[in-house]
Nanobody, 115 residues
């Protein structure tokens, strides 16, 4: 069984940066596709960034050039570096690990962008 713990959220001013972390326990981290999702109040949860087991990445158009997803398989940790944050990025951010063997979610971490 895989458990995920996200951290790194908080309150930041527009234009600021945050780095989210997603630490996994259990399972073989390297085989999983890692996704970051976000859910803003009144909106559906949406995929923000994905990194495959081989390291390929994809991004939501709204965050391209500002966000970067990465992973450290030795540390069983994934990251989401978020730069030039805007109020529209305010949401709860969730880490997701996906593989044919299972689909796992973290508890979420709040990101608030406000002056």
């Amino acid at each position: 069984q895989v458990q995920l713990v996200e951290s790194g959220g908080g309150l930041v001013q527009p234009g600021g940066s945050l780095r989210l972390s997603c630490k996994a326990t259990g399972g073989i981290f390297s085989i999983y596709v890692v996704n970051w999702f976000r859910e803003a109040p009144g909106k559906q949860r949406e995929p923000v960034a994905t990194i495959g087991s081989g390291g390929s990445t994809t991004y939501l158009d709204a965050v391209k050039g500002r966000f970067a997803i990465s992973r450290d398989n030795d540390k069983k940790t994934a990251y989401l570096q978020m730069n030039n944050l805007a109020p529209a990025d305010t949401a709860v951010y969730y880490c997701n690990l996906n593989h044919a063997s299972g689909d796992y979610w973290g508890q979420g971490t709040q990101v608030t962008v406000s002056s």
